[in-house]
T-cell receptor
Framework: DQQVKQNSPSLSVQEGRISILNCDYT??????FLWYKKYPAEGPTFLIS?????DKNEDGRFTVFLNKSAKHLSLHIVPSQPGDSAVYFC?????????FGKGTKLTVNP | KAGVTQTPRYLIKTRGQQVTLSCSPI?????VSWYQQTPGQGLQFLFE???????NKGNFPGRFSGRQFSNSRSEMNVSTLELGDSALYLC???????????FGPGTRLTVL
């Protein structure tokens, strides 16, 4: 039973355009959501988070949107840069345990 | 502040052997979580320790165990290794577990 789903295994965008990564969850008890970025041979790096009491959180080029009724969150990267190319993991928690999606590989083409 | 460190970075074992992986959290962090990453399954939660106590556990067999020491350093042990245990094992630390987790570089385990 996959509680956090990232249905797109990969995404390719042009440099300068917007990247939108999507994530769906099933557990309504989740109240804290995070996005991590992972480069090959490195551990995931925290990117941005959002609490369930908010519907938007912005940090520079990164914005996370949360739609609780749809149990959906998305990460927007504007403008996308080649250095953003990595695997992005969505994660959710209802306690001290993080549940991760399987990741979306983002490729930003110059 | 030094980040999360994991040793060893790479390990090759054979089926039936056992292995111990080590994780040193960021100074001051009391929560340590372990994850297994495989290409097909993504990141899967193994367990979380806080103040030397296992507080949460994922859906892994009893061959996977761990512990945490008084200095918050943690070890993970896998006994009777199977081919399917080949994976990247990641450790993450946080102040109290509900806050942002910071990951180490991982230990790449290969079981032959």
């Amino acid at each position: 039973d996959q509680q956090v789903k990232q249905n797109s295994p990969s995404l390719s965008v042009q440099e300068g355009r917007i990247s939108i990564l999507n994530c769906d969850y099933t557990n309504s008890m989740f109240d804290y959501f995070l996005w991590y970025k992972k480069y090959p041979a490195e551990g995931p790096t925290f990117l941005i988070s959002i609490s369930s009491i908010k519907d938007k959180n912005e940090d520079g080029r990164f914005t996370v949107f949360l739609n609780k009724s749809a149990k959906h969150l998305s990460l927007h990267i504007v403008p996308s840069q080649p250095g953003d190319s990595a695997v992005y993991f969505c994660a959710a928690s209802a306690s001290e345990k993080l549940v991760f999606g399987k990741g979306t590989k983002l490729t930003v083409n110059p | 502040k030094a980040g999360v460190t994991q040793t060893p970075r790479y390990l090759i074992k054979t089926r039936g052997q056992q292995v111990t992986l080590s994780c040193s959290p960021i100074s001051g962090h009391r929560s340590v979580s372990w994850y297994q990453q495989t290409p097909g399954q993504g990141l899967q939660f193994l367990f979380e320790y806080f103040s030397e106590t296992q507080r949460n556990k994922g859906n892994f067999p009893g061959r996977f165990s761990g512990r945490q020491f008084s200095n918050s350093r943690s070890e993970m042990n896998v006994s009777t290794l199977e081919l399917g245990d080949s994976a990247l094992y990641l450790c993450a630390s946080s102040l109290w577990g509900r806050d942002t987790q910071y990951f180490g570089p991982g230990t790449r385990l290969t079981v032959l």
